[in-house]
């Protein structure tokens, strides 16, 4: 009987020692379990804030090059402006010699219109002192149809010139006359159409051509 108690307390023992040989194991799994979370959860916050920290630095950098480009297109805007305020000695010379050629031609053209209104009005009020020049003759039929460079009033005058003329003169100015009077013709819209027969250089390439002598 005491055999059998023996071998009892002995099982006992045994396995009281074996439960506290395999408590560590257990105890050691729990925390290289909880220590692998552990890490887990550090790499994810780890990760987390490089996110942020590089979404801020691209933040940064996006100003930067916005900052950059409206300086640019300032500095640009204002380097327009100094040019346009301080333009440079070519380019003032430049427009000077520009506006003396306009200034030249405009002078010509006045000298021109007004050698050739004197000549046709020499010719009709004192013939003995009138002589012919084919230049002012050219600007005349250059101008006829012109009423800014021949006046209402001095007009008649030059048709009276021409009414007699010859050659090529007279080709010249029948297909000159002409020309206003198909434009006329050929013009499909009725309002352009009026207007046309309503300008100055109509009514007078009208009575040009009524004017001019005839092929015998």
């Known amino acids: 009987m005491n055999s ?3 071998k009892k307390l ?21 925390t290289d379990k909880t220590s692998q979370e552990n890490i887990v959860q ?3 916050k780890k990760k987390k804030r490089r996110l942020k920290s590089n979404e801020v630095s691209n933040d940064a950098t996006t100003d930067i090059e916005t900052s950059k480009s409206v300086l640019s297109s300032k500095e640009v805007s204002d380097e327009n402006v100094k040019t346009a305020k301080n333009p440079s000695k070519r380019q ?4 000077k010699a520009v506006q003396a050629a306009v200034k030249k031609m405009e002078s010509r053209r006045s000298y021109a219109m007004q050698k050739a209104l004197n000549y046709v009005s ?6 003995n002192e009138w002589k012919f020049e084919k230049l002012k003759q050219i600007w005349l039929m250059d101008n006829l149809l012109d009423e800014n460079s021949i ?32 434009k006329a013709e050929a013009e499909t819209d009725e309002d352009n159409k009026n ?18 002598p005839t092929d015998k």
């Open 4 to 6: 059998d108690n023996t």
């Open 10 to 30: 002995k099982r006992k023992r045994k396995q009281k020692e074996k439960e506290k040989a395999d408590a560590p194991k257990n105890n050691n799994h729990k």
């Open 42 to 44: 550090s790499n994810q």
């Open 92 to 95: 003032l010379k430049k427009e």
């Open 122 to 127: 020499l010719w009709k009020h004192s013939r």
């Open 151 to 182: 006046s209402d009033n001095l007009f008649p005058v030059v048709l009276e010139y021409f009414e007699g003329c010859k050659g090529m003169a007279r080709e010249v100015l029948l297909r000159k006359g002409m020309e206003i009077i198909r």
């Open 195 to 212: 207007e046309i027969m309503m300008s100055t250089t109509y009514k007078r390439a009208r009575q040009l051509l009524q004017t001019l």
